[in-house]
């Protein structure tokens, strides 16, 4: 059961639209279900003689009584709203069941509390089987405005007490971070407009991307105004420095033609001006590198951070967990974008998923999760996809986001446990289209069974707690090819073994020499380095790479977007 808070200054206009046909012939039967006082509340939708401007004078009664005390001024925002629908698949309720979900919320909200003769004027209007709309005027009967002080929280707690108890389906508790969802008009519109989604979901997407590339605030406006989004700033009076930003879709205009906008902050908490600035530290993008050494270094070291983020998870400090929890979700974006093959659409469907999850009510430590940030954007100028290394950085994601979902659940945050969740069923539906011809084809290259032998006392002296199962996991064949590949690399094979099998705990994993693959895969080739070194000595330098625009994918589903339009 889902409540909607909000609130407005036009009685007879919300009204109007609960008692008319709805924007697209979708209201049926509008009546009232319960009110302040049943017996003197017009129902336009009962009785004809009633009308829309009399039950507005009737609820707006105290709010004139207050406007004539104000010198003529009506309180600000006065009328409040409150869709409550259930869930999709649950039983349609009753009119009197859905009286006693409005007379509790009013109750819960402090609205109408029971026994409260002075309370607001309010109505419960229902037009369709899954609904109903609550709507009240905020001003008592004494002059006073009531105490709606956490009104959406306590709506919220207040649905799920009536779920368990009308046996609905059981919706996860929020804690008021969560973005706004879009309103019925904007989905209306959308599907209008033969759109998969709102306007308002749409930019918060190209947002979070966006905002997950760049390095810096004017790099950020700049790459949104080239996907064809329009940008409008606020700036302060005395400074002239941003202080707020608003987003505008292409070709998404309202019925004067004129562009609808959307503040950062209304796309989604962490999409304010000063939460981006937490993140995006004003560097200009010449200190940052603009070609690697390796082309492989932005996946290995965005794999060795998230390695490092799942300690974090572990470690007790939830503002350092939280900062790197944030810093994941932009992680992901990025390996969406650098990503090609059939999985890129799970990983960017992982990386909207996420989204929830990436922040909560407990204050992220963002400078906790500088290396994971910064590796990450690397992500945004690589100019390949490295086979098996990738792979390895989507096992690592896989790990991370189970750990996350595991965080999220011992700290009560429901809905985030659940966005982990969602993410983590993505991520391992990419990590198996993406690995399993890749392990196979290393399974198909074995080295011969003397090597492999020899590869079996390795493993039975450097782990001889884990060998056993090493050894019976069907991809221990692969793992054999893997470390005929690093011994030619400069490892010692004894000794990787060694190393990677201590990083964390294998005793959890269902395929550890899987586990073992995927971490020796990370692991730098020795030779390219000390080849490298001796190159910089010798004072040769690496060639530049171009790198490529980092919202690249974006910019794709901007246009398709333009298409539909």
Not at 93 to 118: M, N, Q, S, Y
Not at 333 to 343: D, E, F, V
Not at 454 to 471: G, S
């Amino acid at each position: 059961m889902v409540p909607d808070v909000s609130t407005g200054s036009d009685t007879r206009g919300l009204i109007v639209y609960l008692f008319g046909p709805g924007r697209r012939d979708e209201h049926t039967d509008p009546h009232i279900v319960a009110a302040w006082d049943t017996a003197g509340a017009p129902d336009p939708g009962r009785d004809p003689t009633a009308t829309y401007t009399q039950l507005a004078k009737r609820l707006d009664h105290h709010v004139d009584l207050r406007t004539r005390e104000l010198d003529g001024k009506k309180p600000p925002q006065h009328v409040w709203h409150c869709p409550v629908r259930t869930a999709p698949g649950d039983r349609y309720l009753t009119d009197t069941e859905w009286a006693e979900v409005a007379r509790r919320i009013v109750h819960a909200t402090g609205i109408a509390p029971e026994g409260d003769e002075k309370a607001c004027r309010w109505i419960a209007v229902r037009h369709a089987d899954d609904h109903i709309h609550i709507m009240a005027t905020t001003v008592r009967a004494d002059g006073r405005r009531p105490r709606t002080h956490h009104d959406g929280q306590r709506a919220q707690a207040e649905c799920r007490k009536i779920e368990a108890e009308f046996g609905l389906s059981r919706l996860k508790s929020g804690d008021l971070t969560a973005p706004r969802t879009p309103t019925g008009a904007e989905r209306a519109k959308a599907e209008r407009q033969g759109q998969p989604v709102t306007a308002r979901h749409w930019l918060r997407e190209q947002a979070y991307a966006v905002a997950a590339a760049v390095h810096n605030e004017a790099d950020y406006f700049t790459v949104l105004q080239s996907l064809g989004i329009k940008v409008m700033t606020r700036l302060g009076p005395e400074t002239g420095d941003v202080i707020g930003y608003s987003l505008a879709a292409p070709g998404d205009t309202n019925a004067a033609g004129e562009p609808v906008w959307y503040g950062g902050s209304k796309l989604a908490p962490d999409l304010s001006i000063n939460r981006l600035r937490e993140r995006l530290p004003d560097q200009k993008v010449a200190d940052h590198p603009r070609y690697v050494a390796d082309p492989a270094d932005p996946w290995r070291h965005t794999t060795t951070a998230i390695h490092a983020a799942h300690t974090i998870l572990d470690s007790g400090d939830d503002a350092a967990a939280q900062g790197h929890l944030a810093a994941f979700g932009d992680a992901l974006y990025n390996i969406a974008s650098a990503t090609t093959g059939p999985h890129r659409a799970e990983l960017r469907a992982a990386a909207m998923a996420f989204n929830r999850a990436r922040r909560s009510a407990t204050r992220a430590d963002h400078q906790a999760a500088t290396a994971l940030r910064k590796a990450a954007k690397e992500l945004a100028y690589a100019s390949n996809e490295p086979g098996g290394l990738a792979i390895a950085l989507l096992f690592a994601t896989v790990h991370l986001a189970r750990a996350a979902a595991k965080w999220h659940e011992q700290r009560g945050h429901e809905q985030q446990a659940a966005a982990a969740e969602e993410a983590l069923h993505h991520l391992q539906t990419g990590y198996q289209q993406a690995a399993t011809p890749v392990l196979a084809d290393l399974a198909r290259r074995a080295p011969r069974a003397a090597t492999a032998s020899r590869y079996e006392q390795d493993v039975r002296a450097a782990l001889p707690d884990h060998a056993d199962r090493i050894l019976a996991d069907p991809t221990w064949t692969a793992l054999t090819t893997t470390l005929t590949h690093a011994e030619t690399a400069g490892h010692n094979p004894r000794r990787l073994l060694t190393e990677v099998g201590t990083q964390r705990e294998l005793d959890s994993a269902d395929h550890p020499a899987e586990v073992l693959n995927w971490r020796i895969t990370a692991q730098p080739n020795r030779r390219t380095q000390a080849a490298r070194s001796r190159s910089t000595i010798s004072g040769t330098s690496s060639t530049p790479t171009t790198p490529h625009l980092p919202a690249t994918p974006v910019a794709a589903r901007s246009e398709e977007r333009s298409r539909h339009r």
